[in-house]
């Protein structure tokens, strides 16, 4: 089943890439076709690309991998930094591998919920859910719990968390796989995920670096190329970078490129992004791998930064053509590409390995991403494969289904709650509509990649999505729980509904979304038949339960932000949970809400708008067939509440915004100044010395076939035919502005993540919450940060920066959160000076704490002292 839309899907894209017969495995033009971006945006070369291995943390998994390395054939470093083809092995790629050191290919698996394609897996909420929570144990928790889940079915490299993109598009398809339309709570959701992961020895990836904004003509191909994400240096660093700075900071093993360009220069190759931003400016010590099929050029893309191609396939997959496997020994051979690049792309590679442990005791894959049944095909897209077992159907799921629960029910998010209709009482008489309470009648997982929307809405479609192991459907948990509950699982309101005048009307509703290579009810990822509406008219059949009805729950599953303007007012509608996307634990998540075993305190990870004009245009998506799309970013800094605020425009809910069961008195505001601050941080520290090795050309005949080897056909290797006739040999014409003179120190880094000093605690403000209602309950208080008004840096009036969530609290109890305020929340980026600097050196700054960007109650002022504001 996956694999017969898989070939189809394929043959598509080969379809569209035969038709050019000039096939340019070396070409360096991608660099160079930047005609329709506009003038004032380019992307400066920027060579060479530094070298890994010169901060301390790292030190001893370099020193590994440098000793391992050092021993190593021209064979042996190409086998690891080239996938071995598209269906050339169980995951959805690996590598070639190093016996002799004991390296095994390195299975790389889908996805930021959960392992796609396979069995006795969690399926566990989305990155929006996980976002909603505001809770960062519980993102730590999820990263663990996934990290042992990929560890014990094999996988070396997940392939998550996404947080590019970061949701600038209410629209984009993808927006769900990561954690809701603001960088910092983007980046704690990035940073504690990928600390859970690689606590259990599975690299993590964050992805996808960056500007892939919408989903619609993401990817190059010969009819058209990806559109160029216009970015300005401010509004990158402050916004679209900042999450990944804080998964380099978390120690990321590694980073994966977006499909689109930046700037008019494909991501994938895209040195001043690969080479002077994420490795010099943020110091990024792992690799950089390409999204599937976003790799361009050989020689071009390795001088670029780029560490590791995937799947491994050139312009025509399932060919055995690669620029990279024997085209990349041949590079190093002829002189074109030096081998102090190949060195430390390898010695990249290795260096994670050794750290996270994979030396030892790490399993291999016991499952294959293309069949379920046990015996499948080795390599599924050679032409004639060996068989085997593939599927040892391992069960990892641990208690793993609890926490996926917990988090479930930590996200929903109740929005309006008239006459406190909710919780509902366990004998009352229910009636409940829309098929988004159901299952799918097909089977759970009957659609490839979660390709439908057919009952309760778990997760997106596409990569990001995993099989569910079981499904507890809003239905069954309603059913378990409730003896008088009438279902109508249909999206047409049934005609011969009695409503009695004390029955509850509970609507399930939802919005869907995904990945562009799925189209879902005429939308290709993004939303653009769907608009901002609800699917499979939610509207009309929230409408009419509100006719009937005098009490109506609406719970809405969805993947981001809908429009609620039709009947959000309407007297009856009295109660709206946003249930996001909750995995496999739908519908207990639900009713433990819905009933009142727990109060809701999920908070919403992004804007809900009154109406979609009340975005910038700029935001919208751009559908444009022919000729290169640039989509400029030319709202800037002001995206979600950002833009509501600078505009002026009421939302109808809050960024942020929350209700519980029981309400909270926030008081006893208070504030300390730790690090006095300047306005730039205190100097760098220059860079520790990165392993070195001789660069002497190696002789062919690492790279000849070994003997009497059993060959796959189509498969990529790392060998030639006749590699002693390959001779160094000069007119490579390499990029302009390209030097292997080492680029002095940028200014703003010198540590994982940029210069430590910026995460110097500069403030901390803490505030009492108290339990003022009459049911136990959680609260998440929200710091937003005010910079002193600057005309030079116009910012956006409030910036989420820090958050912290209260435990149960019992009615009357109290607690005080504490939260830190660094450096760099406190700064804006001087694209002059290339800089973070504190305007004023923090003098005026506010600090406000609320329960949304909407609903502030106090704040501090630095140097003076805090006050309630409420
Ligand atoms: C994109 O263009 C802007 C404006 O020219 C420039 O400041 C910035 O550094 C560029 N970014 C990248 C990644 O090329
Ligand atoms: C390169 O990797 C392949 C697996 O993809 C393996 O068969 C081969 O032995 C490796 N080559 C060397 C020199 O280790
Ligand atoms: C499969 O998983 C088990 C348990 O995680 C592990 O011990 C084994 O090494 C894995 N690989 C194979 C090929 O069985
Ligand atoms: C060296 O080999 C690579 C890979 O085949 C090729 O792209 C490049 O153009 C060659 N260099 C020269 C100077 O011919
Ligand atoms: C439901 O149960 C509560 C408490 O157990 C009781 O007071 C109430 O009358 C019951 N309502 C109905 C409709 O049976
Ligand atoms: C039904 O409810 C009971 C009691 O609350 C619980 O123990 C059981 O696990 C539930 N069953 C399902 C299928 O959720
Ligand atoms: C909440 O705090 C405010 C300010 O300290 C106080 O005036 C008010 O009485 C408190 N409310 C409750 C219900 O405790």
Same mark, same amino acid.
């Given at each position: 089943?996956?694999?017969?839309?898989?070939?189809?899907?394929?043959?598509?894209?080969l379809a569209?890439?035969?038709?050019?017969?000039?096939?340019?495995?070396?070409?360096v033009?991608? =660099?160079?076709?930047r005609a329709d971006?506009?003038?004032?945006?380019?992307?400066?070369?920027y060579?060479?690309?530094?070298k890994?291995?010169?901060?301390?943390?790292w030190e001893?998994?370099?020193?590994?991998?440098h000793?391992?390395v050092?021993?190593?054939?021209?064979?042996?470093? !190409?086998?690891l930094?080239?996938?071995?083809?598209?269906?050339?092995?169980?995951?959805?790629?690996?590598?070639?591998s190093?016996?002799?050191?004991?390296i095994p290919?390195l299975?790389?698996?889908?996805?930021?919920?959960g392992l796609?394609?396979?069995d006795?897996?969690?399926?566990?909420?989305?990155?929006?859910s996980?976002?909603?929570?505001?809770?960062?144990?519980?993102?730590?928790?999820?990263?663990?719990a996934?990290? $042992? /889940?990929?560890?014990?079915k094999?996988?070396n490299?997940?392939?998550?968390?996404s947080?590019?993109?970061?949701?600038?598009?209410?629209?984009?398809g993808?927006?769900?796989?990561?954690?809701?339309?603001?960088p910092s =709570?983007q980046?704690?959701?990035?940073?504690?995920t990928?600390?859970?992961?690689?606590?259990?020895?599975?690299i993590?990836t964050v992805?996808?670096?960056? @500007?892939?904004e919408?989903?619609?003509?993401?990817?190059?191909?010969?009819?058209?190329? *990806?559109?160029?994400?216009?970015?300005?240096?401010?509004t990158?660093?402050e916004?679209?970078?900042?999450?990944?700075?804080e998964?380099?900071?978390a120690?990321?093993?590694?980073v994966?490129?977006?499909?689109?360009?930046?700037?008019?220069?494909?991501?994938?190759q895209?040195?001043?992004?690969?080479?002077?931003?994420?490795?010099? /400016?943020?110091g990024?010590?792992?690799?950089?791998?390409?999204?599937w099929?976003?790799?361009?050029?050989?020689?071009?893309s390795?001088? *670029?930064?780029?560490?590791?191609?995937?799947?491994?396939d050139?312009?025509?997959?399932?060919t055995?053509?690669?620029?990279?496997?024997?085209?990349?020994?041949?590079?190093?051979?002829?002189?074109?590409?030096?081998l102090?690049?190949?060195?430390d792309?390898?010695?990249?590679?290795v260096?994670?390995?050794?750290?996270?442990?994979?030396?030892?005791d790490?399993p291999?894959?016991?499952?294959?991403?293309?069949?379920?049944?046990?015996e499948g095909?080795?390599?599924p897209?050679a032409l004639?494969?060996?068989r085997?077992?593939?599927?040892?159907?391992?069960?990892?799921?641990?208690?793993?289904h609890?926490l996926?629960?917990?988090?479930a029910r930590?996200?929903?998010?109740?929005?309006?709650?008239?006459?406190?209709l909710?919780?509902l009482?366990r004998?009352?008489?229910?009636? !409940?509509?829309g098929?988004?309470?159901?299952?799918?009648?097909?089977?759970?997982?009957?659609?490839?990649?979660?390709?439908?929307?057919?009952?309760?809405?778990?997760?997106?479609?596409?990569s990001?999505?995993a099989?569910?192991?079981?499904l507890?459907t809003p239905?069954?948990?309603?059913r378990?729980i409730?003896?008088?509950?009438?279902?109508?699982i249909t999206?047409?309101?049934?005609?011969?509904?009695e409503a009695?005048p004390?029955?509850?009307?509970?609507?399930?509703?939802?919005?869907?979304?995904?990945?562009n290579?799925?189209?879902?009810?005429?939308?290709?990822?993004d939303?653009?038949k *769907? $608009?901002?509406k609800?699917?499979?008219?939610?509207?009309?059949?929230?409408?009419?339960?509100?006719?009937?009805?005098?009490?109506?729950?609406v719970?809405?599953?969805?993947v981001?932000?809908i429009?609620?303007?039709?009947?959000i007012?309407?007297?009856?509608?009295?109660?709206? =949970?946003?249930?996001?996307?909750?995995?496999q634990?739908?519908?207990?998540?639900?009713?433990?809400?819905?009933?009142g075993?727990?109060?809701?305190?999920?908070?919403?990870?992004?804007?809900i708008?009154?109406?979609?004009?009340?975005?910038p245009?700029?935001?919208?998506l751009?559908?444009?067939?022919?000729?290169?799309i640039?989509d400029?970013?030319?709202?800037?800094?002001?995206?979600?509440?950002?833009?509501?605020?600078?505009?002026?425009?009421?939302?109808?809910?809050?960024?942020?915004? @929350?209700l519980?069961?029981?309400?909270?008195?926030f008081?006893?505001p *208070?504030?300390?100044?730790?690090t006095?601050?300047?306005?730039?941080?205190?100097?760098?520290k220059?860079?520790?010395k990165?392993?070195?090795?001789?660069?002497?050309?190696?002789?062919g005949?690492?790279?000849?076939?070994?003997?009497?080897?059993?060959?796959?056909?189509?498969?990529?290797?790392?060998?030639?035919?006749?590699?002693?006739?390959?001779?160094?040999?000069?007119?490579?014409?390499?990029?302009?502005?390209?030097?292997?003179?080492p680029?002095?120190d940028p200014?703003a880094?010198?540590?994982?993540?940029?210069?430590?000093?910026l995460?110097?605690v500069?403030?901390?403000?803490?505030?009492?919450?108290?339990?003022?209602?009459?049911?136990?309950?959680?609260a998440?208080?929200?710091?937003?940060?005010?910079?002193?008004?600057?005309?030079?840096?116009?910012?956006?009036?409030?910036?989420?920066?820090?958050?912290?969530?209260?435990?149960?609290?019992?009615?009357g109890?109290s607690?005080?959160?504490?939260?830190?305020?660094?450096?760099?929340d406190?700064s804006?980026?001087?694209t002059?000076?290339?800089?973070?600097?504190?305007?004023?050196?923090?003098?005026?700054?506010?600090?406000?704490?609320?329960?949304?960007?909407?609903d502030?109650?106090?704040?501090?002022?630095?140097?003076?002292?805090c006050?309630?504001?409420?």
């Open positions: 089943m996956f694999f017969t839309i898989r070939v189809i899907a394929l043959l598509s894209l569209t890439r035969v038709s050019t017969s000039v096939v340019e495995p070396f070409g033009e991608h =660099l160079e076709n971006v506009p003038d004032n945006f380019r992307s400066p070369p060579y060479p690309t530094p890994g291995g010169w901060v301390p943390a001893e998994a370099y020193a590994k991998a000793a391992v050092s021993k190593m054939t021209l064979a042996e470093k !190409v086998n930094t080239t996938g071995t083809g598209f269906l050339m092995g169980p995951c959805v790629g690996q590598t070639g190093a016996p002799r050191f004991g290919r299975c790389l698996q889908d996805g930021p919920l796609r394609n396979t006795h897996n969690t399926a566990f909420p989305a990155g929006i996980v976002g909603a929570t505001f809770d960062k144990k519980l993102m730590y928790d999820r990263g663990r996934m990290g $042992e /889940e990929f560890r014990g094999g996988v490299i997940h392939l998550g968390p947080v590019g993109p970061l949701g600038r598009k209410p629209r984009a993808r927006n769900w796989e990561g954690f809701g339309s603001d =709570l980046a704690v959701g990035a940073a504690e990928i600390k859970g992961v690689q606590s259990t020895g599975v993590a992805k996808h670096l960056v @500007g892939n919408q989903e619609m003509y993401r990817m190059t191909n010969v009819v058209q190329r *990806a559109y160029s994400a216009n970015i300005d240096d401010r990158l660093h916004l679209y970078l900042w999450p990944f700075a998964a380099v900071k120690g990321v093993g590694a994966m490129m977006a499909y689109n360009d930046v700037n008019g220069s494909a991501s994938s895209n040195s001043k992004l690969i080479s002077g931003i994420l490795k010099d /400016e943020l990024f010590q792992g690799f950089v791998m390409t999204d099929y976003a790799h361009l050029s050989g020689v071009a390795a001088l *670029a930064g780029l560490d590791m191609s995937m799947p491994g050139g312009s025509i997959p399932l055995g053509s690669t620029y990279w496997g024997g085209e990349l020994s041949s590079s190093i051979l002829n002189g074109s590409l030096p102090e690049r190949l060195n792309m390898v010695t990249r590679i260096a994670p390995w050794f750290k996270f442990g994979q030396d030892k790490f291999l894959p016991n499952f294959s991403a293309y069949t379920q049944n046990a095909l080795l390599y897209g004639f494969s060996p085997g077992i593939v599927n040892r159907f391992v069960n990892v799921q641990g208690d793993h609890k996926a629960r917990v988090i930590e996200s929903i998010t109740l929005l309006k709650n008239d006459d406190d909710l919780p009482g004998n009352w008489t229910l009636k !409940v509509f098929t988004d309470a159901g299952t799918n009648p097909k089977g759970i997982n009957s659609c490839t990649d979660k390709g439908c929307n057919k009952g309760v809405l778990t997760m997106g479609w596409g990001g999505s099989n569910l192991p079981y507890v239905e069954d948990a309603i378990n409730s003896k008088n509950a009438e279902f109508h999206d047409r309101f049934p005609r011969n509904v009695g004390d029955d509850v009307a509970i609507v399930f509703v939802n919005a869907d979304s995904g990945e290579y799925i189209s879902v009810e005429g939308n290709p990822g939303r653009t *769907a $608009e901002l609800l699917w499979h008219d939610g509207d009309e059949l929230i409408e009419a339960a509100a006719n009937k009805f005098s009490n109506v729950v719970v809405v599953h969805t981001g932000p429009t609620m303007e039709r009947w007012n309407l007297p009856s509608v009295k109660s709206v =949970l946003f249930a996001h996307l909750p995995g634990e739908a519908g207990n998540s639900v009713t433990d809400i819905l009933f075993d727990f109060s809701p305190c999920g908070h919403l990870p992004y804007t708008p009154k109406a979609e004009s009340d975005y245009d700029s935001v919208s751009i559908n444009q067939p022919f000729g290169q640039q400029t970013f030319s709202e800037g800094l002001f995206v979600d509440y950002r833009h509501f605020q600078k505009a002026n425009i009421t939302p109808r809910y809050h960024f942020g915004y @929350g519980s069961y029981t309400t909270f008195n008081t006893e *208070a504030m300390n100044t730790v006095p601050l300047s306005e730039y941080p205190p100097t760098r220059p860079k520790g990165a392993p070195s090795y001789p660069n002497d050309i190696p002789p005949s690492e790279v000849a076939w070994p003997k009497n080897f059993n060959r796959i056909w189509r498969y990529i290797y790392p060998y030639l035919d006749d590699p002693s006739a390959i001779k160094p040999k000069p007119g490579y014409p390499y990029p302009d502005g390209y030097s292997t003179e680029k002095p200014r880094g010198g540590a994982e993540g940029g210069n430590p000093a995460w110097d500069a403030f901390t403000v803490s505030i009492k919450v108290t339990n003022t209602g009459k049911k136990a309950g959680r998440v208080a929200q710091l937003y940060v005010e910079l002193p008004t600057d005309s030079a840096y116009p910012t956006p009036k409030l910036q989420l920066r820090q958050f912290e969530k209260t435990a149960t609290l019992e009615p109890q607690e005080v959160l504490k939260m830190e305020i660094t450096r760099k406190v804006i980026w001087d002059v000076k290339q800089d973070w600097k504190a305007p004023g050196a923090g003098k005026g700054l506010k600090f406000w704490v609320g329960e949304s960007v909407g502030l109650k106090a704040v501090c002022e630095a140097g003076e002292s006050k309630l504001s409420g």
